[in-house]
């Protein structure tokens, strides 16, 4: 999910998930979400098939019980499938084995997110926001909290980071 929030349904529960996660929908489990327009969603997709899902999913650290990924919004993954929708949408010669790749691609960036602990720091988040580049931290707060789904203080809390 690049920007906004959406409600999905696993085994029947109901879960809200931000910007920032990445959802995983297993073969022949039931996939039941809902957008709505005054959140300005903006989400990106793929369906894939094949014989080894479980294996290849487990192989970067998706256990099978997972369904919600922290990832952040980079645009590294709006690159991502957007190359994967140029692809499918072209149907050029060895298309297919492109796709293929840029999921892996998408699932090794995955894995490598969930596997760095997230760094601890004693800077507020005035001084972050400085450091970075941006003079008002309010405005940085945001910005994060548009790209992350979590305002700055809420993502310390979640991701237990030290101040």
Not at 32 to 51: K, L
Not at 96 to 102: F, I
Not at 140 to 158: A, D, M, T, V
Request: charged fraction near 25%.
């Amino acid at each position: 999910m690049a920007s906004g929030k959406g409600e999905f349904y696993f085994h029947g529960k109901k879960e809200i998930v931000n910007a920032g996660n990445m959802v995983i929908y297993r073969p022949k489990e039931e996939q039941r979400y809902y957008y709505y327009g005054v959140d300005q969603t903006e989400v990106y997709w793929v369906h894939f098939t094949g014989n080894n899902i479980t294996n290849i999913l487990r192989q970067h650290g998706i256990s099978d019980d997972m369904h919600i990924i922290y990832t952040g919004t980079s645009l590294e993954y709006k690159r991502i499938f957007t190359s994967i929708i140029n692809e499918l949408r072209f149907c050029k010669s060895e298309y297919e084995e492109l796709c293929v790749y840029y999921l892996m691609e998408l699932l090794i960036l995955t894995h490598r997110l969930s596997s760095e602990k997230p760094r601890n720091t004693s800077f507020n988040i005035s001084e972050i926001s400085r450091a970075i580049g941006y003079e008002n931290p309010l405005y940085f707060s945001r910005i994060f909290k548009k790209q992350s789904g979590l305002s700055p203080s809420e993502y310390r809390k979640k991701y237990q980071i030290i101040m």
